[in-house]
């Protein structure tokens, strides 16, 4: 679909409208072509609407947080992009329950809990997405995941129905729900936390954060893990038992640090990441008979067939 008829379908339809937009400036690997159009609204109505038009029009509509569990390919995405970040990211604590637009950034929201002696969110205060995102994929860290604490989620179907989900129907598996499958758009979730003393929340933080530090390539543009780990085992292992930290493509490179990361060392391109992962799938498969399986979601499409 050309960009004019973009136009006349999604004018003023929310108060940033941005056409060709390059998807590098929205995910935290700096890589990814652009999108026919990114939508950044910024209420509940604007959000439906969006939907909405998007599901009349046969347009395909793909839902983007931080992009941080993302590998955009160069030729970027067709259709529309809806990005639910800092402009729709409202928070409310009350009792022992913590209630956030999906924009909200999880990190923030769970510093939030801490301050107001709240536990059970802490363990997303190094997960660099958004609430939507976390949601999505049932992110954890550190014996922790969202399907834990998450007591409802507020969705709008393709149809533009809003509705709550409760965990057992959004089907939560190890980084899985059923949002994508089923083209959802998460626009808020609520979490019932437990009462918690303030200072020793925020020292536990404190002692993740400086391992994070230490053992995270986080100086460099990344997607965090790029693997999930296999049953009873640990992807970086298998990588870099493999011999393949600091394996070099392009400008995209498998971390010396931590070798389930791969960073951006420059203007990293979508293929050459592409090239690195098929290289550790097919080298951990020939050394360790596993296949590592990708925790990003690979999206977008290929610079050739643009
Ligand atoms: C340095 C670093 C460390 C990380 N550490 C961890 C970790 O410890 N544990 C962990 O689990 N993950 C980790 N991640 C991965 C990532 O941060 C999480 O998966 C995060 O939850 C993704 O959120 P996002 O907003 O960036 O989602 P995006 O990457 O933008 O999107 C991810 C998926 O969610 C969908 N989505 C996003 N928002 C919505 C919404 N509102 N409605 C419907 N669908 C939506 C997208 O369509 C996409 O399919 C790390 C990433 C980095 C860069």
């Known amino acids: 679909m050309g960009r004019p008829l973009l136009e006349s379908i999604f004018a003023g339809i929310a108060p940033t409208i941005l056409y060709d937009e390059p998807l590098s400036m929205h995910t935290t690997w700096r890589i990814g072509g652009p999108a026919d159009v990114l939508i950044v609204p910024t209420t509940l109505e604007e959000v439906r ?10 347009i ?7 992009g941080s569990n993302l590998l955009v390919m160069d030729g970027g995405m ?3 992009v809806l990005k ?6 409202s928070v409310d604590v009350s009792d022992h ?3 956030a637009l999906a924009g909200r950034s999880i990190v923030s929201a769970a510093h939030i809990a801490i301050r107001h002696g709240l536990s059970g ?6 997960i660099p997405g958004t609430i939507g995102g976390a949601v999505t994929m049932n992110a954890g860290a550190h014996g922790g995941e969202i399907k834990n604490v998450l007591a409802k989620a507020t969705v709008i179907t393709p149809a533009g129905t809003i509705t709550e989900l409760f965990p057992d129907e959004l ?3 190890y980084r899985h729900s059923i949002v994508r499958e089923q083209h959802l758009t998460i626009v808020q979730a609520q979490f019932d936390l437990q009462p918690g003393d303030s200072n020793q929340l925020q020292e536990k933080v404190r002692t993740w954060s400086k391992r994070r530090l230490a053992t995270q390539p986080l100086s460099l543009p990344n997607c965090g893990s790029v693997f999930r780990n296999p049953p009873g085992d640990f992807a970086a292992r298998l990588i870099e038992n493999a011999g393949l930290k600091g394996l070099r493509r392009g400008n995209a490179m498998i971390s010396e640090l931590h070798a389930n990361f791969i ?5 990293a391109r979508a293929t050459d990441v592409l090239w690195l992962m098929c290289c550790v799938q097919e080298t951990v498969q020939q050394r360790f008979g596993i296949r590592l399986e990708p925790e990003v979601r690979i999206v977008g499409e290929d610079e050739t067939r643009r």
């Open 97 to 99: 329950s913590l209630t």
């Open 171 to 173: 089907e939560f598996r």
């Open 263 to 267: 960073v951006n060392v420059g203007q």
């Open 84 to 89: 639910l970040g800092d402009k729709f990211a």
């Open 121 to 126: 969110l802490e363990f997303a205060t190094g």
């Open 78 to 80: 067709r259709g529309a």
């Open 49 to 58: 609407t969006v939907v909405l038009t998007a599901h009349a029009n046969q």
């Open 60 to 66: 395909p509509l793909f839902i983007i947080g931080r």
